[in-house]
């Protein structure tokens, strides 16, 4: 996939103050000043040459995108919407850009509220998103129906992306329903995580450019040679298959002109339905309300020697993801229309079904690293606290566990059953080098069982080898 490349215009056209079909995206600080050298938001148009200019917050006018960080992503064929050139005649001339033609896309756009989106191209028909169809044409006379440019296509809904038939979508009537078709794939705005509404064009009068027949399929073909001059004739741009990235409901637009549009996150059937309504219905204003909501937009073309796939097998002969990214602070956003906790992050999970998962194998290598220590006691050792205080430490102990102590010949010397709460339990136990009746064991060396098969553990069992030097009782505190 390709695209309509941004050009900035020849010396030619910039000479006489003509548009230049291709500088479709207004990047950039061309245009009229005041004696101050500023930019002249009164005097711009973006039918001509001039680049966006707003009024900022200080009441300043500005370039928008004075150093044209906009203008060279994906090489220039997708931009934000407030910086695109409107589709108007100048003279005999077009400027053939994608933004609608009763008003500047910069005064009643804005690239404030850009968000970071994924736009994803698939076969996968499950996955498609229900879209309307605008005309792109700029010759009303020319297009299917008269319709104008921007407004909804005089053609048959396509309701159902898999009723088709020998290979062609079968339409609804168009009395009934007109309009509505399906884009193959999905957009997703990043930063709230809601799916977002997708509107594409076509050309009705560019039959052999795929333009009449509801679906996004644009052409290879940028020009018509035979054409020639610059005439809108001349202009094939693919079949004008532009596509349209809306605002979602985390986006509430607000234009140089104070005019605002809350986004609608999409919503299938409902959504186009709500864009067929307006477009079939609605008010000049009610057109640039919607149209003001349009966060990206791009002019797609077909590489030159590839095709598609049937419908049948869903278009698109491989998925292609573009992400589009905007650094932004963070800010709160509600996924309701009645916000809890200020707006902040809040989340509710139950952990009814959740239980611990035992790993006997994990207990077995568990249970190899008990230990006492240290080991050989020679008189002494850190863990104790005076000269009366005998004591060594066993570590690594099970929650739940039976610890016996013998001497060589058997003889059982001192016992402790551990059995812990889970979860909270202490790893280790200490020892005062007394037996059972609390008497002093003798020097030498003494066998440690781990019994680790206690409950419903299973842990096994682990002998440990421990030597003892036992030192004379020291009264000399007393």
């Not at 644009?218 to 079949?239: E, I, K």
Request: glycine share 8%; with cysteine.
């Amino acid at each position: 996939m390709t695209g309509i490349q941004d050009r900035e215009s020849p010396s030619s056209y910039t000479d006489e103050g003509i548009p230049y079909p291709y500088n479709w995206i207004r990047s950039g600080n061309e245009g009229p000043t005041d004696e101050q050298g500023n930019p002249n938001i009164g005097s711009r148009n973006d039918r001509n040459i001039h680049d966006a200019v707003v009024v900022n917050r200080k009441g300043e006018q500005v370039f928008v995108d004075p150093n044209q960080v906009y203008e060279d992503i994906l090489g220039g064929i997708i931009a934000p919407y407030g910086l695109t050139a409107r589709a108007a005649q100048s003279g005999s001339n077009y400027t053939m850009g994608p933004a609608i033609q009763n008003h500047n896309s910069y005064t009643w756009g804005t690239i404030d509220n850009l968000h970071s989106v994924d736009l994803v191209f698939t076969n996968d028909k499950s996955k498609w998103t229900q879209s309307v169809v605008i005309e792109m044409s700029s010759a009303s006379d020319l297009a299917e129906g008269g319709a104008n440019r921007h407004e909804l296509r005089e053609h048959g809904s396509w309701l159902d992306p898999d009723n088709i038939q020998d290979g062609e979508p079968v339409y609804a009537d168009p009395g009934e329903d007109k309009g509505r078709s399906w884009f193959p794939g999905y957009a997703i705005n990043l930063e709230t995580g809601e799916r977002i509404n997708i509107i594409f064009g076509e050309d009705s009068w560019l039959k052999k450019q795929n333009g009449n027949d509801m679906l996004w399929n644009p052409t290879s073909n940028v020009d018509n040679p035979a054409a020639g001059g610059q005439d809108y004739v001349n202009y094939q741009f693919g079949g004008k298959h532009y596509v349209y990235l809306m605002a979602s409901s985390g986006l509430n637009v607000a234009n140089t002109d104070n005019f605002y549009y809350e986004g609608r996150k999409y919503s299938g059937n409902e959504s186009t339905q709500y864009y067929q309504d307006i477009l079939n219905n609605g008010t000049t204003n009610d057109l640039r309300q919607m149209y003001s909501a349009a966060m990206w937009v791009m002019l797609p073309m077909l590489n030159e020697g590839s095709e598609y796939k049937s419908l049948e097998e869903g278009l698109i002969p491989t998925k292609t993801t573009i992400s589009l990214r905007v650094s932004k602070g963070y800010k709160t956003f509600s996924t309701g229309n009645n916000p809890e906790n200020n707006n902040q992050p809040m989340y509710e999970f139950s952990s009814e079904k959740v239980a611990t998962e035992t790993s006997k194998e994990m207990g077995e290598t568990a249970l190899d690293m008990v230990n006492i220590v240290p080991n050989p006691y020679y008189a002494y050792s850190e863990y104790e606290s005076n000269q009366l205080d005998d004591r060594v430490r066993i570590t690594n102990v099970p929650q739940q566990c039976n610890i016996s102590i013998y001497t060589l010949n058997g003889k059982i010397v001192k016992e402790f059953n551990i059995d812990q709460p889970s979860g909270n339990h202490q790893t280790y136990i200490d020892w005062n080098l007394r037996n059972h009746k609390d008497i002093p064991i003798a020097s030498g060396m003494y066998l440690i069982h781990v019994d680790g098969n206690v409950g419903e553990r299973n842990l096994g069992e682990r002998t440990l080898k421990w030597y003892a030097v036992m030192r004379p009782v020291d009264l000399n505190t007393f």
